[in-house]
């Protein structure tokens, strides 16, 4: 059962590499089409920004939203039945 499984896994990965492979060749032309017109390439500070600090800066106003505005108040984790409720007695002896 192990071959099958290792057949299909390659025959998987085999499949999707030719697939990306063929669909990365137009990107790797040298010729311009007709209409290309591409803009000014970016700098390293404008790549930076807009890739990393960008998303990092909307990470960090999310999050901080989700922070501040959670309305739970239980942050305390729930005591299992059968341990010391902080009383010096067991759940078990606070019931009889």
Known sequence: M??????????LAA????????MTSPALALTR???????SGLSVAETLGLYVLIPLALFTIIAG????LDKSKDRAP???????????TTAADAKA
């Open 15 to 22: 499949g999707t590499t030719l697939m990306m492979l063929l």
């Open 33 to 39: 089409d007709d209409g290309d017109d591409p803009g």
């Open 78 to 88: 729930k005591a299992k039945s059968g341990t010391k409720t902080g009383t010096g």
């Open 2 to 11: 192990d071959k099958k499984n290792a057949l299909r896994a390659g025959a």
């Open 65 to 68: 939203l989700v922070m501040a």
